[in-house]
């Protein structure tokens, strides 16, 4: 069975402390790695999608790269309106099913 | 990305009433939408994929008789919930392909609340 885990849990970061948030992978057959940002009470937000090891994919602050077991969101010099949850999901076999993680929710302050 | 919307945003209702659920595709044609369901703290789960113009295949635990999905049209899919009990009370997010048929973009969402 698919597994996507998340960490950690929550994160708290002074506003221009920089982090990375990690997402490991138990799949059979990988085709996908996603990473969504999801703000309370709305849908999942696009961000990145990763196809395979080595691969990376910058916008704004926000850096994520692919490994075989893992990925990671690395966040630079955050600003207060990066706080949300962030979601990596994974698609394997057909059909574009995605197993998502539950999260890491990340709160940066003044 | 793709423009989805959900109406309504927020529902309550009483127990044993069906509530609709409408996911719009506003910019493009979606031949395939999927629903998923986020209760508190916990992942988005795969309820449903919505195929337009044929039955709607259920994952493993997801009673088709209990959430009935109607994908009539390439920018509308909904999702029924019928004889909702409070158990039914979700967060529910539909999201649809586009382009290259590998990013699923999602909508706003749908709180709903079983009284």
């Known amino acids: 069975e698919d597994q996507v885990t998340q960490s950690p849990e929550a994160l708290r970061l002074q506003e221009g402390e920089s982090s990375s948030l990690n997402c490991s992978y138990t799949?059979?057959?990988?085709?996908?790695l996603f990473w969504y940002r999801q703000d309370p009470g709305k849908g999942p937000e696009f961000l990145f999608t990763l196809y395979s090891a080595g691969e990376e994919k910058e916008k704004e602050r926000l850096k994520a790269t692919l490994t075989k077991k893992e990925s990671f969101l690395h966040i630079t010099a955050p600003k207060p309106e990066d706080s949300a949850t962030y979601l990596c999901a994974s698609e394997t076999g057909g059909g574009n099913k995605l197993t998502f993680g539950t999260g890491t929710q990340l709160k940066v302050e003044l | 990305g793709a423009v989805v919307s959900q109406h309504p945003s927020r529902v309550i209702c009483k127990s044993g009433t069906s509530v609709k659920i409408e996911c719009r595709s506003l910019d493009f044609q979606a031949t395939t939408m999927f629903w998923y369901r986020q209760f508190p703290k916990q992942s988005l789960m795969l309820m449903a994929t919505s195929n337009e113009g044929s039955k709607a295949t259920y994952e493993q635990g997801v009673e088709k008789d209990k959430f009935l999905i109607n994908h009539a049209s390439l920018t509308l899919s909904t999702l029924t919930v019928t004889s909702a009990h409070p158990e039914d009370s979700s967060f529910y997010i539909c999201s649809l392909l586009q382009g290259d048929g590998d990013t699923q973009y999602f909508g706003p969402g749908t709180r709903l609340t079983v009284l």
């Open positions: 799949v059979s057959g990988l085709r996908g």
